[in-house]
């Protein structure tokens, strides 16, 4: 089976600060895509930050990054600059093949002022 | 790009009633899929369609359920008999093909079961 664990339920990050949310997945494929997703409280789920399993580098979008170890199977995601738009809940996701997404539990991501 | 845009935004019924809820996708996404999330869960796959044509269901998706998506543009998800148990979010989502190409989400239909 194929799953995906957040282990935080929330996190909490002061404004201007980094944090970093975890996710660890289970699966016996080679060749998979992860995927970060925010939704923020009452709003559509959003895109952040996507990885392939097959590329070493780790990705960035601007102040967003992931820390990839295939080995460990785990996929972080580092928020820098933390800012009051980021506070949502945050979802990591796997895609094997071209089918659906299986999703973490979230994590729900406050920034304080 | 107007998004993917879901009908209604809320809906709240009677056990035992049947509902139905649209989503229109990205007009150029051939993939769909729906999900259910409930409160403080991650999105649970149900079904996806490739054009018009269902490829995947969730064991999630019993026989109360069925979606289609005739044309291969917009989709329908209906529920007959509703039980409590089916209060949720139901999101849509669609993508280009390949796996690389990221879901893009809809506001999502929120179904509340009396």
């Known amino acids: 089976a194929q799953t995906v664990t957040q282990s935080q339920p929330e996190m909490s990050v002061q404004e201007a600060e980094t944090v970093t949310l975890s996710c660890t997945y289970d699966t016996s494929e080679s060749d998979y895509y992860l995927f970060w997703y925010k939704q923020p409280p009452s709003r559509q789920m959003i895109l952040v930050i996507r990885?392939?399993?097959?590329?070493?580098q780790n990705a960035t979008e601007n102040r967003f990054s992931v820390n990839f170890q295939k080995a460990a199977k785990s996929f972080s995601l580092k928020i820098s600059d933390s800012q009051l738009g980021d506070a949502a809940m945050y979802f990591c996701a796997y895609r094997v093949n071209n089918n659906d997404m299986r999703f973490g539990a979230g994590t729900r991501l406050t920034v304080k002022p | 790009d107007t998004g993917v845009s879901q009908d209604p935004r809320h809906k709240i019924t009677k056990r035992g009633q049947n509902v139905t809820f649209r989503c229109d996708p990205i007009?150029?996404?051939?993939?769909l899929y729906w999900y259910r999330q409930t409160l403080g869960q991650g999105p649970e796959f149900l079904t996806y369609f490739q054009n018009e044509a269902q490829l995947e269901k969730s064991r999630l998706l019993s026989d109360r359920f069925s979606a289609e998506r005739p044309k291969g543009s917009f989709s329908t998800l209906e529920i007959q008999r509703t039980e409590q148990g089916d209060s949720a979010m139901y999101l849509c989502a669609s993508s280009q093909d390949g796996i690389q190409q990221p879901q893009h989400f809809g506001d999502g239909t929120r179904l509340s079961i009396l």
């Open positions: 007009s150029e996404h051939n993939r």
């Open positions: 990885q392939e399993a097959y590329k070493q």
